[in-house]
């Protein structure tokens, strides 16, 4: 387990406010070896975790009196943090193990965002939309947010896919879930696809509920990638652990780069079979939303509401003007506003 050794260590981590010496140990306990292990421990492990607190205790009492320093972070400590450090300077594993089965190791414990490139990369400020930035799509977001909701109940809820124009706030509307109380987002990236299985592993053991984040999907049927994700949707024995749920955003309806025309009737079974597996992976998803492109009148609404203001007649032919090489969009909304 590797402990901080001099106050310069202490730079590189995210501290909370209080005494550092005492949550950068909380945090490399989090951290361990043995950390995973510990969320389903045996008598062995149990007894190693005692060995490490006792090592621990021992060199936070020695940083703090040879570096007595003040608070350097300046946000507030996590639960996590907090019964980590009691169950280092109660020396007490068990403890230790009950705070890691209620909230995980680090990073899980401490953050909620998190991009996975084959690498899992925690989000310590992610960029959030505001609320009611999204105008037009009342009822899409509404399906989507209840969608979710019953999800981080513990009810039955459904992988979700939203499609439409580009610039509609498909991925804003995604990105707002990570509002809702005890949400956890995890964004992956397309060449990260391969490994899916081994993120979902470890999401599996954890006590939250992920929503697992999949921006701008457009597969080849002839990529490994798509095969991974039809077989995690619904099509192999062990699919998503119960713990996540897949959130899609896609320009197109069935998610993939169309090989070619629609197979005409009378055609070999083999085009229709070729068709079919590229409509596979949509159809795997239980809930789609569709994103319609914005008309004229949603467009000129959308640039109001980030003004804060009604539109002059002056105003609202610029924003037209605007709109012409970009076309009606929340997006372009956005931008026209921001460039008044």
Same mark, same amino acid.
């Given at each position: 387990?590797?402990?901080?050794?001099?106050?310069?260590?202490?730079?590189?981590?995210?501290?909370?406010?209080?005494?550092?010496?005492?949550?950068?140990?909380?945090?490399?306990?989090?951290?361990?070896?043995?950390?995973?292990?510990?969320?389903?421990?045996? @008598?062995?492990?149990?007894?190693?975790?005692?060995?490490?607190?006792?090592?621990?205790?021992?060199?936070?009492?020695?940083?703090?009196?040879?570096?007595?320093?003040?608070?350097?972070?300046?946000?507030?400590?996590?639960?996590?943090?907090?019964?980590?450090?009691?169950?280092?300077?109660?020396?007490?594993?068990?403890?230790?193990?009950?705070?890691?089965?209620?909230?995980?190791?680090? @990073?899980?414990?401490?953050? /909620?965002? +998190?991009?996975?490139?084959?690498?899992? /990369?925690?989000?310590?400020?992610?960029?959030?939309?505001?609320?009611?930035?999204?105008?037009?799509?009342?009822?899409?977001?509404?399906?989507?947010?209840?969608?979710?909701?019953?999800?981080?109940?513990?009810?039955?809820?459904?992988?979700?896919?939203?499609?439409? *124009? /580009?610039?509609?706030?498909?991925?804003?509307?995604?990105?707002?879930?990570? !509002?809702?109380?005890?949400? /956890?987002?995890?964004?992956?990236?397309?060449?990260?696809?391969?490994?899916?299985?081994?993120?979902?592993?470890?999401?599996?053991?954890?006590?939250?509920?992920?929503?697992?984040?999949?921006?701008?999907?457009?597969?080849?049927?002839?990529?490994?990638? +798509?095969? !991974?994700?039809?077989?995690?949707?619904?099509?192999?024995?062990?699919?998503?652990?119960?713990?996540?749920?897949?959130? *899609?955003?896609?320009?197109?309806?069935?998610?993939?780069?169309?090989?070619?025309?629609?197979?005409?009737?009378?055609?070999?079974?083999?085009?229709?079979?070729?068709?079919?597996?590229?409509? *596979?992976?949509?159809?795997?998803?239980?809930?789609?939303?569709?994103?319609?492109? +914005?008309?004229?009148?949603?467009?000129?609404?959308?640039?109001?509401?980030?003004?804060?203001? @009604?539109?002059?007649?002056?105003?609202?032919?610029?924003?037209?003007?605007?709109?012409?090489?970009?076309?009606?969009?929340?997006?372009?909304?956005?931008?026209?506003?921001?460039?008044?």
């Amino acid at each position: 387990m590797e402990l901080p050794q001099s106050p310069l260590d202490l730079l590189s981590l995210d501290l909370p406010q209080g005494e550092p010496w005492g949550y950068a140990l909380a945090q490399a306990l989090l951290k361990a070896p043995w950390a995973w292990r510990a969320l389903r421990p045996t @008598p062995g492990l149990l007894d190693l975790i005692r060995l490490d607190l006792e090592e621990a205790f021992l060199r936070l009492q020695e940083r703090r009196a040879s570096f007595p320093l003040g608070s350097l972070g300046e946000r507030p400590p996590t639960p996590a943090e907090e019964e980590a450090l009691e169950a280092l300077l109660a020396r007490d594993p068990e403890a230790l193990v009950r705070v890691l089965r209620a909230h995980g190791p680090w @990073p899980f414990a401490l953050y /909620r965002a +998190f991009r996975f490139d084959g690498a899992l /990369r925690p989000l310590p400020h992610p960029r959030l939309p505001k609320e009611g930035e999204l105008l037009g799509y009342e009822g899409q977001l509404k399906a989507l947010r209840e969608n979710a909701e019953r999800f981080l109940s513990g009810r039955p809820a459904l992988h979700t896919l939203l499609y439409g *124009a /580009r610039g509609t706030g498909k991925s804003t509307a995604a990105k707002s879930l990570l !509002h809702l109380p005890e949400a /956890r987002m995890v964004e992956v990236e397309k060449g990260a696809l391969f490994r899916l299985e081994e993120l979902l592993e470890r999401l599996s053991l954890l006590p939250h509920r992920f929503f697992l984040f999949l921006d701008d999907l457009s597969l080849d049927p002839e990529d490994e990638a +798509f095969h !991974h994700l039809k077989a995690l949707l619904e099509g192999s024995l062990e699919g998503p652990p119960e713990n996540v749920l897949l959130l *899609a955003t896609s320009n197109r309806r069935h998610l993939v780069r169309r090989l070619g025309e629609n197979p005409l009737p009378g055609e070999a079974p083999e085009a229709w079979d070729a068709l079919q597996e590229e409509l *596979a992976l949509a159809e795997r998803f239980g809930l789609v939303l569709t994103f319609p492109p +914005f008309d004229k009148a949603l467009f000129l609404r959308a640039v109001a509401h980030h003004l804060g203001r @009604p539109l002059t007649q002056e105003e609202e032919a610029e924003a037209l003007r605007f709109a012409l090489s970009r076309g009606f969009s929340g997006r372009a909304a956005r931008q026209f506003a921001q460039s008044c």
